[in-house]
């Protein structure tokens, strides 16, 4: 079992720079890959950026370059800097989770367990 809550997200103007971050519960943190996920309105839910327990990451093409996603087992917390953040980026985002012993990262919605409440971004133009 994990929970997952994320902090961080607000309003910002286009070029700014927020970091998220995913708090989780359960002493198996270390074993699960986590993901950043998003939903804007009216648009299904997409992958963002992925962090393995190995600390091996996959981002989505669109944040390439501008979000780096990070975590700390230590502290079970899961990172997601976000720089030159454009209108496009706002969106609910959401902390998932699931177990696994693989290098990879899965940018499936269906592939992960445990998802957090979500948090708004949102960038003006």
């Known amino acids: 079992q994990l929970h997952l809550v994320e902090s961080g997200g607000g309003l910002v103007q286009a070029g700014g720079s927020l970091r998220l971050s995913c708090a989780a519960s359960?002493?198996?943190?270390?074993?699960?890959?986590m993901g950043w996920f998003r939903q804007a309105p009216g648009k299904e839910r997409e992958f963002v950026a992925g962090?393995?327990?190995?600390?091996?990451?996959d981002y989505a093409d669109s944040v390439k370059g501008r979000f780096t996603i990070s975590r700390d087992n230590a502290k079970n917390t899961v990172s997601l800097q976000m720089n030159s953040l454009r209108p496009e980026d706002t969106a609910v985002y959401y902390c998932?989770?699931?177990?696994?012993?693989?290098?990879?990262?899965?940018?499936?919605?269906?592939?992960?367990?445990?998802w957090g409440q979500g948090t708004q971004v949102t960038v003006s133009s």
């Open positions: 998932a989770a699931y177990y696994s012993g693989n290098y990879g990262v899965s940018q499936t919605v269906t592939t992960y367990d445990y």
């Open positions: 359960g002493r198996t943190f270390r074993s699960y890959v």
């Open positions: 962090i393995t327990r190995y600390g091996g990451t």
